[in-house]
């Protein structure tokens, strides 16, 4: 969707079984299949490392920012903050879920307020002033 939708795609996952918090699933199965998604999306680049550790090796600017990794509050608290200047358009994740991912809400909300849309999936989108 944000390959066909954008000019450039960026995409930052670790792939580390040890950082992998989806109970069930496996890392480098998951790895597998984005790999097979995007192989012929010539404008989908794909970085293997930790959030974190690409924001200090990346300075570019992005149009729209998307943060899916951890779901505790200091895990997304920290992301935001690593690309907090990057962003020229839009900051937006997953799992917005106050019931079940109340660290995701709390560090999305003391950062931007409420986001400006919060879909039936979960994803949230703050428009950046």
Same mark, same amino acid.
């Given at each position: 969707?944000?390959? +066909? /939708?954008?000019?450039?795609?960026?995409?930052?996952? /670790?792939?580390?079984?040890?950082?992998? $918090?989806? =109970?069930?699933?496996? *890392?480098?199965? /998951?790895?597998?299949?984005?790999?097979? !998604?995007?192989?012929?999306?010539? $404008?989908?680049?794909?970085?293997?490392?930790?959030?974190? *550790?690409?924001?200090?090796?990346?300075?570019? =600017?992005?149009?729209?920012?998307?943060?899916? &990794?951890?779901?505790?509050?200091?895990?997304?608290? &920290?992301?935001?903050?690593?690309?907090?200047?990057?962003?020229?358009?839009?900051?937006?994740?997953?799992?917005?879920?106050?019931?079940?991912?109340?660290? !995701?809400?709390? &560090? !999305?909300?003391?950062?931007?307020?409420?986001?400006?849309?919060?879909?039936?999936?979960? +994803?949230?989108?703050?428009? !950046?002033?």
């Amino acid at each position: 969707m944000f390959a +066909s /939708a954008f000019r450039r795609v960026t995409c930052i996952d /670790a792939w580390d079984q040890a950082l992998f $918090n989806v =109970p069930g699933e496996s *890392a480098a199965e /998951a790895e597998a299949e984005f790999d097979r !998604v995007t192989a012929a999306l010539a $404008n989908v680049r794909k970085i293997k490392s930790t959030s974190l *550790a690409a924001a200090g090796r990346y300075a570019d =600017p992005v149009d729209v920012l998307y943060v899916d &990794a951890g779901h505790d509050y200091e895990s997304v608290n &920290a992301d935001l903050g690593a690309w907090a200047s990057r962003p020229q358009l839009f900051v937006c994740g997953h799992d917005y879920w106050p019931s079940r991912f109340p660290g !995701v809400v709390r &560090a !999305v909300n003391e950062r931007f307020g409420k986001p400006d849309a919060v879909f039936c999936d979960t +994803s949230f989108v703050v428009a !950046v002033k």
